[in-house]
Nanobody
């Protein structure tokens, strides 16, 4: 069973930075991609960034590509989301996810495995 555990959320002032972590366990020897999503109150869940595990190729949503960086540490089986120049509208619960698919478009894949989420609050 795949288990994803996020950490690193918290309260930060606008303009600040935060790095989220997602530790994965239970994954097979074939490592499918992983991704970060967020959901703000009253809004739909939003894809932020995804990463192809083997070569580390990132894919970003246009709304965050100049401020967020996704990367992974293969040895630690952990994915990260480095966020900078945070804005109050970035306030949301941030989730990491992975899939059993090994090809496709990261932003629209079906992600079967999700973490519990970590709250990020950006104050103005």
């Amino acid at each position: 069973q795949v288990l994803l555990v996020e950490s690193g959320g918290g309260l930060v002032q606008a303009g600040g930075s935060l790095t989220l972590s997602c530790a994965a366990s239970g994954r097979t020897s074939v490592h499918p991609p992983m991704a970060w999503f967020r959901q703000a109150p009253g809004k739909a869940r939003e894809f932020l960034a995804g990463i192809w595990w083997n070569d580390g190729r990132p894919v970003y949503a246009g709304s965050v590509k100049d401020r967020f960086t996704i990367y992974r540490d293969k040895a630690k089986n952990t994915m990260y989301l480095q966020m900078s120049s945070l804005k109050p509208e970035d306030t949301a619960i941030y989730f990491c996810a992975t899939t059993s698919q090994t090809w496709g478009t990261l932003a629209v894949m079906s992600y079967e495995f999700w973490g519990q989420g970590t709250q990020v609050t950006v104050s103005s």
